[in-house]
């Protein structure tokens, strides 16, 4: 049975499918279709049983990773020279080292398009400036806005709700912005001299580690 299922590593081959209406998946193992079935059922059947979490998961694996973030692990580290990084799951370190070679594995395949991503999550979201989706719809009362990434909607609602979580910290400025591009260009136009200084510090701090 083990060599069955390992041939269809070679073949393709996926005999088991999701029955589920609009879901062509299909995988090599019946145990995988069990688990992808969960994305529909909803059923989570592994929970969290550390004190006061109430988290439930659809894998063992999930759980075992999310259960690190309890225990502060991070047992998969970067071997680059230097480099201190270290992750709660292998494949997190697995895209952290594409920041060390440059390595971008995701590549647009619209005509004419030559973006390449680290990430997958990455180029679905390039994806959407040659499909014009945008999935994340605003939820306020009359407001028809919609926008390409979640972090651009979380921007957005603080035009309803008045955030302004990004504040300035020189002694006597009270100023405060909903985005961290309008925070820089009041320290450049308000604060500058102070802004260089400070922004050549940190730039050193950083060189220095």
């Known amino acids: 049975g083990h060599l069955t299922t390992h041939k269809r590593t070679h073949t393709g081959e996926r005999p088991y499918a999701c029955g589920f209406d609009g879901c062509e998946a299909a995988f090599a193992q019946r145990g995988n279709l069990a688990i992808h ?21 659809a894998t063992s694996y999930a759980l075992t990773a999310h259960k690190r973030y309890h225990t502060g692990e991070k047992p998969y580290a970067c071997d680059f020279e230097g480099c201190k990084a270290a992750f709660v799951m292998s494949g997190h370190l697995t895209t952290h080292k594409r920041t060390h070679t440059g390595e971008r594995p995701y590549a647009c395949d619209f005509d004419g398009c030559e973006a390449a991503f680290a990430t997958s999550g990455n180029l679905a979201v390039h ?83």
Do not use: I, W
């Open 37 to 57: 079935m969960r994305v529909h059922t909803g059923e989570k059947p592994y929970p969290c049983d550390f004190d006061g979490c109430e988290e439930r998961f």
């Open 127 to 209: 994806k959407r400036v040659h499909t014009g989706d945008k999935p994340y719809a605003c939820d306020f009362d009359g407001c028809e806005a919609a926008f390409a990434t979640s972090g651009n909607l979380a921007v957005h609602k603080r035009v309803h709700t008045g955030e302004k979580p990004y504040a300035c910290d020189f002694d006597g400025c009270e100023a405060a912005f909903a985005t961290s591009g309008n925070l820089t260009v009041h320290l450049k136009r308000y604060h500058n001299d102070a802004y260089v200084a400070r922004h050549k510090k940190e730039e050193q701090r950083t060189a220095d580690a």
